[in-house]
């Protein structure tokens, strides 16, 4: 019986071919689409399950929540995790990881520039599950100046030759390579080249502090331990190691630093949550989103569901072609179930041969999808027995589901009305089914264009947002600490070029999220019983910093040239001001105190500028004047030809600094590089928004063809009776472009909705304007009028004779 079905359904395919190929191709395409996505669904939901712990790992956070401020830090002070470990037994082991990059690494005549390079404890690894797959797993970072290279790095320097037990010069440390791991799993929160021992930098006389930040600290915990109960007593840790600390640091007194225990909290992350909830600016990687997550999946359904509904409605339209043969089966005995089986068994056929396309398709979009997602997904992923075994379930599940209504509508037929000639008795009422079908297909399709021009609005509104500051023709010079004496020399060759029109030696530049933090509080209002401690970003800047990136000082003046009258000076943004308390009073002149009993006085306030991502607020910052923070050099240029310049520079690179390479980046290409997350989910969600749009066309396209030569005689009636090509175009297309009116007008406040949802994760974000609906609606009419104008002209060109030699 079964293989009689399989005849049945292979006969019935090839006899309609155009439906059988929009059919086919339709559930490939969407079947193709859904396993791309799921497949970089599967990528960000498994993110650091590798590890044997998995379950079991914490990472150790911070929140500081002051007055009027707040952060979260995803790391904590040095300390923190052995006295947690000491205070609570089901603790059973911590470790800890911390940046060193970016720093010279050398070998002989080989030297590069390292980015990822950390320190960590000796028990990294085994709570991490990555073996080494050379050295002593359990004494390769018990000693001070060792280090584990990955297998990769070591090719770098050492080529083939053995690189255990090798010295290499990492910064200013000579240290052994005590073992060689793989590599760092792809989906995990944090990578690395090179992992130091923390013995190297952190010894017996480290003091063992609580109150600041540095270092990704993690938890093991045992199988039965509560993390909520262990973070009920965080607190009692804070009373007794950060209130001490903050009593001496900050100069005031016991009342006052006991109010830490309340604004300094700790708390757990699962190390399995990092990547999808972890947002904070401070993590080791930019991470991922678990809205987009969910943003992708609800694309991934869509895009199928609206594959699955062309496979119904032109299963239900193309019924007339079928009702002789189902009503002759019926009077040879066929039961209504066996009728089912059969035309289900058609459907799991047609996709699974759709899955067979899909599998092509993937093949060959696969390295477009990885470049576009970031990823690295193989074609072994969709092949191995799992995923097979999900794919034939796909088909099952797909296949039923498409099918299922196709069925039981065509097993229904009354057999003397079929009989007799009359199609069109079975599919009264069914219009409405295939209107509503049509409906939610356009309406999905046109929330999807909406949705597509909603982010790309958002990306160009963060690119090209006021930063306060001149983004435009700055050069960064990185590394020019290796410069060392001849740092100022070097720029002043650079000012003595009149294509640089000013240079500042910094280690801070917007964009790059390199500065440091401090507590900061104002201290005459203080002193009247108004303290208030807020969170601060410090930069360390020269004189010609802020004239240099074009900042503006709305308030006071500019640090004077290197002179010690401006050794406690410091510049404030207006973040600062506000947030400090000092409200319509003039803060020039007043004293704020940092974490350690400085005191600066307030000499400038500086306009607002984006020093991070415009997807955040713009948080406190003061400056800090200093000749002695070296880490790049900043220089404005004006010139159209950058490429001469940028050699002559070079050169003069070489003559102070022949050892290390010279390198360089650009403001506004590094401030673009901010928003690369955005911008590549902008890119995948408007590809499968355009295959979205593509399928439902496509499903309309069948549709109209259908209808139209179900009505061949009535336009062969009506030219004969004078009608034009162009009122029969328009008789044949206005019923379906109302439905996509109507589709249009469902799309547009669930889209709305939705888009405003997640507009509210950017501290800076675009109005959704009116114009985007009907610009989106318009689109979906365009597409729709063209895909069913292609078939109405067609049919209202046709001889009436043809159609009507018949009559």
């Not at 080529?159 to 073992?179: D, E, H, Y």
Request: glycine share 6%; aromatic share 12%.
């Amino acid at each position: 019986m079964i293989k009689n079905f399989i005849i049945t359904a292979w006969r019935n395919l090839r006899r309609n071919k155009v439906f059988s190929f929009i059919n086919v191709f339709g559930l490939a395409v969407g079947l193709a689409c859904c396993m791309l996505i799921s497949a970089y669904l599967y990528q960000e939901l498994t993110y650091d399950t590798y590890s044997a712990n998995a379950k079991q790992l914490y990472r150790v956070a911070l929140h500081s929540n002051g007055n009027n401020t707040s952060a979260d830090f995803p790391n904590v002070d040095v300390a923190v995790g052995q006295g947690i470990k000491n205070a609570f037994p089901q603790v059973l082991d911590f470790t800890r990881l911390s940046q060193r990059g970016p720093v010279f690494v050398k070998y002989n005549e080989k030297q590069f520039k390292e980015n990822k390079i950390v320190m960590i404890d000796p028990n990294f690894f085994h709570l991490f599950s990555i073996p080494l797959i050379e050295g002593d797993s359990k004494a390769a970072l018990t000693e001070p100046n060792t280090v584990v290279i990955t297998k990769t790095f070591g090719k770098k320097y050492f080529g083939n030759s053995p690189a255990l037990g090798k010295m290499v010069s990492v910064g200013p440390n000579l240290l052994k390579i005590t073992g060689i791991i793989d590599e760092i799993p792809g989906n995990s929160h944090f990578h690395a080249d090179a992992f130091i021992s923390m013995a190297t930098f952190v010894t017996a006389t480290t003091r063992q502090t609580w109150s600041n930040v540095g270092y990704f600290t993690y938890l093991l915990l045992d199988k039965n331990a509560d993390p909520k109960k262990l973070e009920a007593g965080f607190p009692k840790l804070v009373a007794k190691n950060v209130v001490p600390e903050i009593q001496r640091d900050m100069g005031v007194s016991l009342a006052e630093a006991q109010k830490s225990v309340n604004s300094f909290l700790f708390f757990l992350q699962p190390v399995t949550d990092i990547h999808l909830h972890s947002a904070s600016k401070y993590e080791f990687e930019a991470n991922g989103d678990i809205h987009y997550v969910y943003i992708f999946g609800a694309l991934a359904f869509f895009i199928l569901l609206l594959a699955c509904i062309n496979f119904t409605n032109l299963s239900t339209a193309s019924s007339s072609n079928r009702s002789k043969e189902i009503g002759i089966r019926k009077v040879l005995g066929s039961e209504k179930n066996k009728l089912v089986l059969q035309f289900l068994t058609e459907s799991v056929m047609l996709t699974a041969l759709a899955m067979l396309f899909a599998l092509g398709l993937i093949y060959l979009l696969l390295p477009y999808f990885n470049n576009l997602a970031g990823k690295h997904i193989d074609m072994l992923f969709f092949l191995n027995f799992r995923a097979l075994g999900l794919q034939i379930a796909l088909i099952l599940f797909v296949g039923l589901v498409a099918g299922i209504y196709p069925a039981f509508f065509l097993s229904s037929f009354k057999i003397l009305a079929v009989l007799k000639g009359n199609s069109t008795v079975q599919t009264t009422g069914r219009g409405g089914l295939r209107s509503s079908l049509i409906v939610c297909q356009f309406a999905i399709s046109t929330a999807l264009i909406i949705s597509t021009f909603v982010v790309y609005q958002q990306l160009h509104f963060m690119q090209n947002k006021k930063l306060g500051y001149d983004k435009n023709q700055v050069l960064v010079i990185n590394d020019t600490y290796t410069l060392g004496n001849n740092i100022v020399a070097f720029k002043q060759q650079l000012l003595n070029d009149h294509r640089v029109v000013n240079a500042s030696i910094s280690s801070n530049v917007p964009g790059f999220n390199n500065m440091g933090g401090t507590e900061i509080y104002a201290k005459n209002l203080a002193d009247k019983g108004a303290r208030t401690e807020i969170q601060s970003g410090i930069y360390w800047v020269e004189d010609s910093y802020i004239p240099t990136l074009g900042i503006q000082i709305i308030k006071g003046r500019n640090f004077y040239p290197p002179s010690p009258a401006d050794s406690v000076s410091v510049i404030v943004n207006e973040a600062a001001v506000r947030d400090l308390g000092f409200g319509n009073t003039d803060p020039i002149g007043k004293t704020i105190i940092r974490s350690g009993q400085r005191h600066y006085t307030i000499v400038g306030v500086v306009k607002d500028f984006h020093y991070t991502s415009a997807k955040q607020k713009i948080a406190p910052l003061m400056m800090l004047p200093s000749t002695n923070s070296p880490g790049s050099i900043i220089a404005r240029i004006k010139t159209a030809d950058v490429q001469p310049l940028l050699a002559d520079i070079k050169r003069q690179w070489s003559l102070y600094n022949p050892g290390t390479p010279f390198s360089y980046s650009f403001l506004d290409e590094q401030y673009q590089s901010l928003y690369n997350t955005e911008e590549r989910t902008g890119k995948i969600f408007t590809s499968f928004a355009v295959i979205a749009v593509i399928i439902a066309s496509l499903g309309l396209f069948g549709l109209a063809a259908f209808m139209i030569r179900q009505r061949v005689k009535e336009i062969g009636i009506r030219k004969v009776l004078g009608a034009t090509t162009g009122s029969i175009t328009v008789m044949l297309s206005k019923e379906f472009l109302k439905l996509i009116v109507i589709a249009s007008l469902i799309a547009f406040p669930l889209t709305w909705y939705a888009m405003s949802k997640w507009l509210q994760d950017f501290a800076y974000r675009i109005d959704i304007q009116w114009w985007v609906f009907v610009l989106a609606a318009g689109i979906a009419l365009l597409v729709a009028s063209v895909t069913i104008s292609f078939q109405s002209i067609k049919a209202a060109l046709a001889n009436p004779v043809k159609s009507l030699r018949s009559e």
